[in-house]
């Protein structure tokens, strides 16, 4: 599938543009799916009634993360398991998130060159997203873009992260596993895959599994397992070779009795929860931020609050006073009309 570029303006739809474009998101159309997610990526109006329309239609695909170092391979990785998964007849939307252009915001899009391979495939489909700086190595708009593709059908929905390190922990709150990819060779291993990842893991990949090195890797792994409390699930380790297509069937069983686990334990629903509480903090502190800019302006508390050489907490107190007061507001007006 050809998705349209993730920075071009999109204008602004009425409800019947938005039920012409559900409509056809919903059949998996590509340019449909494009247009939807870049609507998503810029916010607004938009964004909002597509993931209301859409929520209710989630929860059946198998969201999986792909994170680990760079120079991995997950990129290769993704292609094959994607390749793999297509020869079972199962569908699969694949979300790079690259690092962001310096010159033009927008994703340096170099997932999408590595796969080209499926450029014709109606059932993959291809975005890439920018950072814009977020941490985790997460985009802003992934987790409502993973809500579009699951309602639209795919059965995997792979989100492979920049691979930036400690900060990339943030995968595990928007995917059902997580796997963490690898290889040997890169010196201290356990200090290339970072503490934080290997607390997030749900499997982990020693992929380039040719190299020397491999057994050493393994061992390291073992070991690190070994001192953590993992509860009733321990990560397995898979080896694969993934430019020659070695080891995938081994990715694949471990991703799918990962989500056989989580369903029978009950610890699906019970991360799902989770997702959905980050979710919901995250919008009422950008809402919160957003109104104290507005009533008060942050940037003038901020200054403000230097000049006088107050402490951060009062003048985050001014700022949160002027957001109470000012819904406080809208509540008397509302109930006045």
Do not use: C
């Amino acid at each position: 599938m050809t998705p349209d570029s993730p920075h071009r303006p999109v204008r602004a739809r009425g409800p019947e543009d938005l039920d012409a474009l559900i409509e056809r998101l919903l059949e998996r159309q590509p340019r449909s799916l494009a247009r939807a997610i870049s609507l998503l990526e810029d916010g607004g109006p938009d964004q909002r009634q597509l993931v209301a329309r859409l929520y209710p239609e989630t929860g059946n695909g198998r969201v999986v993360g792909m994170t680990g170092p760079p120079g991995a391979g997950k990129s290769t990785l993704v292609d094959r398991l994607t390749r793999h998964l297509r020869a079972r007849g199962e569908t699969v939307a694949v979300l790079a998130v690259d690092p962001t252009s310096p010159f033009t915001g927008g994703a340096l899009l170099g997932d999408r060159i590595r796969m080209q391979g499926h450029y014709t495939d109606p059932g993959v489909f291809i975005r890439s997203m920018a950072t814009r700086g977020t941490m985790g190595g997460l985009a802003r708009a992934t987790r409502d873009a993973i809500d579009l593709l699951d309602a639209a059908g795919f059965d995997w929905i792979l989100v492979e992260t920049v691979g930036v390190g400690q900060d990339e922990v943030d995968v595990v709150r928007s995917v059902d596993s997580v796997v963490v990819v690898t290889v040997p060779g890169l010196g201290d291993d356990i200090q290339a895959i970072k503490a934080g990842l290997m607390e997030i893991a749900d499997v982990f990949v020693i992929n380039k599994a040719d190299r020397d090195g491999v057994d050493r890797s393994q061992r390291d792994l073992e070991m690190m397992l070994s001192l953590g409390d993992h509860g009733e699930w321990v990560p397995p380790i898979v080896r694969t070779v993934a430019s020659r297509d070695e080891g995938l069937d081994g990715v694949i069983g471990a991703i799918e009795r990962h989500r056989e686990f989580l369903a029978t334990s009950g610890a699906l629903a019970a991360r799902r929860l989770s997702h959905l509480r980050l979710r919901v903090e995250t919008i009422l502190k950008e809402r919160v931020i957003a109104t104290a800019d507005r009533v008060v302006g942050v940037e003038r508390a901020v200054e403000a609050g230097f000049a006088e050489r107050v402490d951060p907490y009062l003048v985050a107190e001014r700022l949160f006073r002027g957001v109470v007061e000012s819904a406080a507001a809208n509540l008397v007006a509302e109930g006045g009309e």
